[in-house]
T-cell receptor, first 112, second 115 residues
Framework: GIQVEQSPPDLILQEGANSTLRCNFS?????LQWFHQNPWGQLINLFY???GTKQNGRLSATTVATERYSLLYISSSQTTDSGVYFC??????????????FGRGTQLTVWP | DSGVTQTPKHLITATGQRVTLRCSPR?????VYWYQQSLDQGLQFLIQ???????AKGNILERFSAQQFPDLHSELNLSSLELGDSALYFC??????????????FGPGTRLTVL
């Protein structure tokens, strides 16, 4: 199956700092989503970004599908950004369509 | 709030027991997905239903089963529970079955603890 690797596994920042999270995947993908899992366990949709660049407030994401990676940028981080960030992909190998394959996540801790 | 609802939020039960987790998709979504999140396996796809029919199956144990009802809500049944089944179970929904541009939205999850 497809491999989804996220880096770094852990990131500790002070409030106000910027960060870049990376997601590499081993096959061509139809869809790619970024999620934030907050300390209460909820998975929150951040971006649906199979290719190109999107921005939403302090967050932006870029997916370069031809090179099989995606980046999530967090600017001016806040303590509420803490949690685990997941990248998930969907790829087409017949029976694989429809399901999301998740990376192991990046654990982000933002200190005041 | 994603619009996907799951009940119950927490469930504590004993080994050997059977439980049912319930999910209501976002209004208008036809597909429902079930995922399991555990510390050792991470987030893994279990099964997908589209408009009442099973569409795709992942790493779902034979002790587990699911169905989607005519009103599109779904239930995940877990039986003969083992300690290793303790996990966070997510339901997700999307507008379509199998096609591109089919963003999935996740419910708040059900935390299952098997003692």
């Amino acid at each position: 199956g497809i491999q989804v690797e996220q880096s770094p596994p852990d990131l500790i920042l002070q409030e106000g700092a910027n960060s870049t999270l990376r997601c590499n995947f081993s096959d061509s993908v139809n869809n790619l989503q970024w999620f934030h899992q907050n300390p209460w366990g909820q998975l929150i949709n951040l971006f649906y970004i199979p290719s190109g660049t999107k921005q939403n407030g302090r967050l932006s994401a870029t997916t370069v599908a031809t090179e099989r990676y995606s980046l999530l940028y967090i600017s001016s981080s806040q303590t509420t950004d803490s949690g685990v960030y997941f990248c998930a992909v969907e790829y087409d190998r017949g029976s694989t369509l429809g399901r999301l394959y998740f990376g192991r996540g990046t654990q982000l801790t933002v200190w005041p | 709030d994603s619009g996907v609802t799951q009940t119950p939020k927490h469930l504590i039960t004993a080994t050997g027991q059977r439980v049912t987790l319930r999910c209501s998709p976002r209004s208008g979504d036809l597909s429902v997905y079930w995922y399991q999140q555990s510390l050792d396996q991470g987030l893994q796809f279990l099964i997908q239903y589209y408009n009442g029919e099973e569409r795709a199956k992942g790493n779902i144990l034979e002790r587990f089963s699911a169905q989607q009802f005519p009103d599109l809500h779904s239930e995940l049944n877990l039986s003969s529970l083992e300690l290793g089944d303790s996990a966070l179970y997510f339901c997700a929904s999307s507008p379509f079955g199998v096609r591109s541009y089919n963003e999935q939205f996740f419910g708040p999850g059900t935390r299952l603890t098997v003692l």
